[in-house]
């Protein structure tokens, strides 16, 4: 009767648990972003379509981000580019005054403590994924994240831990893409939301 007892209360609970799952850390949401609309002042020449952010998904699943960029045509797997860039900017520390603060146009204003980007670049002649902590800028230190990412069509998707960018528990962020190259001229910059910030945290 115990043993019973006992496997009526562990099914109990685990039902108890399927139904109201503790989810204490997670959130989710999409920005869609108009065509055309690469950052005045910054983009010089326009810019390609693959450029161009109509949307980007972004999920919080407890301590894992997963970031979706959505462009108006498809990435190329050899960009015509020294450098292609979809990055999201995070103030780790809602800190304006802390982390990269030169281009308030890109980043609307936050202090930017880290960047984590899937990015071509043409001096390795490949695709690349990437945090910079921006904790001791200028010193510009970058590794390779511990993250993962897939390119496929026109959308970016990347996965990382938030342990690669100090485990925050309240952070605001920014998306942005990014082109630059000489021949042929290309320097282009998109973002989302084009003005403000979004916010995820525990509060
Ligand atoms: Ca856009
Ligand atoms: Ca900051």
Redo the contacts with the bound molecule.
């Keep these: 009767m115990r043993r019973r007892t006992l496997a009526r209360l562990v099914c109990m609970l685990f039902l108890g648990f399927c139904l109201f799952p503790l989810t204490v850390y997670g959130a989710g949401g999409a920005i869609q ?6 950052v005045p002042g910054v983009s010089t020449t326009g810019g390609n379509s693959y450029t ?3 949307k980007v998904q972004f999920v919080l699943n407890k301590t894992i981000m997963t970031v979706t960029f959505t462009l ?1 045509n498809d990435v190329p797997s050899i960009p015509p580019s020294e450098r292609l860039d979809y990055w999201i900017a995070i103030d780790s520390d809602q800190n304006p005054t802390t982390g990269r603060t030169d281009k308030p146009s890109v980043f609307n204003g936050i202090g930017v403590d880290y960047e984590v980007a899937v990015l071509y670049d043409a001096d390795h002649s490949s695709w690349l994924y990437i945090v910079w902590n921006h904790t001791l800028w200028p010193t510009y230190s970058s590794r390779y994240s511990a993250g993962s990412y897939l390119i496929s069509g026109n959308r970016v998707k990347f996965s990382f831990p938030l342990s690669e960018v100090a485990s925050p528990t309240n952070f605001n962020f920014v998306f942005a893409t990014s082109e630059h190259g000489l021949s042929p001229l290309i320097d282009a910059v ?1 973002h ?1 939301p084009n003005t403000g910030f979004i916010t995820f945290g525990k509060t």
């Design positions: 972003d108009a065509v055309g609309d690469w161009d952010i109509t108006v998109d989302a």
